[in-house]
């Protein structure tokens, strides 16, 4: 029988649009900070020929089409245990490209100075100042010093060095799965406009599934894919304005924080944002 972590993991949830680029985030938070477990909601896929159709396509992008309950059953264990279950098949997600209009040109600089900055963060016991998508306590940081070096491994009993699971996928806050919702620790919706997430998804090659590959068909984008995200998340926007402003209170009242930017931000500052977000989380569990 497996032991209960020493410390709870702290468990995000990395979610927005098909192409907003939250697998290109989650992945590139498992290299900054020092402990991670990464979950794919597109793991949970039921087979294909159990998903539900719209429009006469089958849909990938909606509540129906994921094993809503073996995920928060996944996400219980990892905060009981902190490890994944042994039940858990091997990760298809892992194999799929994330397009390549999402990712940043120069990865291993970015990483670097963010591994740099959370490693000293931990090491030093504290930090304040990690405001909306990090750009400028970034610029400050590197006035004032060279590229940090990758840090030493932080203390087993220092909180801000527990584990980080990292959830991503696209419906993970949505309006049909609130006690999904309520499995999380940190809540962060990213944004992409219709016009960059549908360029974003047809550049893409295609899906490894459980019974081999998915290409989109023509019109998959305007039929299911954004559509379903207009319903589930039209609830956190004023006017159900996807695009729009966020309803502050209802985001609020949820604890579901919206990235800044409308949709405009590249990558670099997404990431900027969401290690900020992940650093105040744990100052907010460790009592700070």
């Known amino acids: 029988m497996s032991q209960p972590p020493t410390q709870t993991p702290l468990i995000l949830a990395l979610s927005g649009v098909s192409s907003s680029g939250k697998t290109t985030l989650a992945r590139l938070l498992t290299s900054i900070f020092p402990s991670t477990i990464l979950i794919h909601q597109d793991d ?8 539900p159709v719209r429009a006469s396509f089958r849909d990938w992008d909606c509540a129906a089409a994921i094993d809503v309950p073996a995920l928060v059953e996944t996400l219980t264990h990892v905060r009981k245990h902190g490890h994944l279950p042994d039940w858990l098949p091997a990760s298809k997600e892992s194999q799929n490209s994330t397009g ?23 090491e030093e016991g504290g930090g304040r100042g990690m405001g909306e998508g990090g750009r400028e306590e970034k610029q400050k940081e590197k006035q004032k010093q060279k590229e940090p070096e990758t840090p030493n491994p932080p203390e087993s009993n220092n909180p801000r060095s527990r584990t980080l699971v990292i959830v991503d996928g696209f419906l993970l806050l949505g309006t049909s799965v609130p006690t999904l919702r309520a499995s999380f ?10 016009a960059k997430a549908k360029a974003r998804r047809e550049r893409r090659s295609g899906y490894v599934t459980l019974e081999g590959f998915w290409e989109d068909p023509p019109g998959y984008v305007d039929n299911v894919v954004w559509p379903g995200y207009v319903e589930e998340h039209a609830f956190l926007f004023t006017g159900g304005d996807v695009e729009g402003e966020v309803d502050e209170g209802v985001a609020r009242g949820l604890g579901v924080d919206v990235c800044p930017g409308k949709g405009e931000w590249g990558v670099e500052d997404c990431l900027g944002w969401v290690v900020g977000r992940v650093m105040k989380g744990l100052l907010r569990e460790d009592g700070d």
């Open 185 to 194: 620790d940190i809540r962060l919706l990213l944004r992409a406009t219709y």
């Open 100 to 122: 390549d209009g999402a990712g940043i040109g120069n990865g291993e600089e970015v990483v670097r100075y963010w591994r740099g900055v959370v490693g000293g963060w931990i």
């Open 44 to 51: 949970f896929y039921f087979p294909e020929d159990q998903l």
